[in-house]
């Protein structure tokens, strides 16, 4: 009635078989099985999250170093030979002394400006075929017993260039405002307004209407002579009202004052 040991190695085989065909591995096997980063343990996610979050700080902090540094700009440097001299170069540490830079004659001196990084350089000049250093300026001797002249290129010595640039590039900014408002523009011509005109000539002032040639001569007077007219009359052309054109105008001359008298049929009658 029980199952005999053959039948039952028989079971035993069938069910190992069984259960390797539907894992598809052996008992002694570990199944691999795909999983979500989300579902590993907390332990192993950090351990393979901590060497991409290192490596992203690293690049992070690199590039924030090098923001940091103030790249070194080139400034520009006056080099000066004050002696004789016909043609004059130049060279030094900052061109390796591969080439040769020719100075320019200003007066009595040769000037060359050279754009060079800031640091310690050396140069020497070579004036009319032989090297030479000035013996004016800060010199260095080598090992070997060369001499040169040396030269230290500071940020410091150009900061007030470097604010003057600033304040250029400012004023340039603000030229391009105009401080006009926008819009268009015109003139427009005066109109005089109607009570502004005059209809007819200014009524003359009671002091110019006491002509010498209106008043009556005293008896005591002298017909030749006439008084001395007021200063106002003088210097003003006046006309006969009657038909008879006739003009007079009273001139001063030194002391004495002329009175100018024009009739129209007649030659010019001076009265003084």
Not at 102 to 120: A, M
Not at 210 to 223: A, E, F, R, W, Y
Request: charged share 25%.
């Amino acid at each position: 009635m029980g199952n005999t040991s053959s039948e039952r190695a028989a079971m035993g085989h069938g069910d190992k078989a069984q259960r390797r065909d539907s894992r598809g591995t052996k008992d002694g096997e570990r199944p691999k099985i795909l999983m979500d980063i989300s579902q590993c343990h907390p332990v192993a996610l950090c351990s393979l999250q901590a060497p991409l979050e290192k490596e992203e700080f690293l690049a992070w902090r690199q590039d924030l170093d090098v923001e940091d540094k103030d790249p070194t700009l080139d400034r520009p440097t006056v080099f000066r030979w004050k002696g004789d001299g016909k043609e004059v170069y130049l060279s030094g540490s900052f061109n390796n002394w591969a080439n040769k830079i020719p100075l320019i004659r200003s007066q009595n001196t040769f000037v060359t400006i050279v754009e060079l990084p800031e640091g310690e350089h050396q140069y020497k000049f070579y004036v009319d075929g032989q090297w030479t250093h000035d013996p004016a300026e800060p010199v260095v001797t080598s090992q070997m017993g060369t001499v040169n002249n040396i030269i230290q290129v500071k940020k410091t010595d150009f900061e007030v260039f470097d604010a003057l640039m600033v304040d250029s590039q400012k004023c340039s900014d603000m030229s391009d405002l105009s401080s006009s408002p926008p819009g268009p523009y015109h003139q427009d011509a005066y109109v005089p307004k109607q009570e502004e005109k005059f209809k007819s000539p200014p009524i003359l002032p009671p002091h110019l209407l006491q002509v010498i040639l209106n008043k009556d001569t005293g008896i005591s007077c002298d017909p030749a002579l006439l008084p001395e007219p007021n200063h106002v009359m003088l210097n003003h052309l006046y006309a006969l009202s009657i038909k008879v054109r006739s003009t007079s105008c009273g001139l001063r001359w030194e002391r004495d004052v002329l009175l100018l008298f024009l009739p129209e049929t007649t030659s010019i009658a001076l009265i003084c």
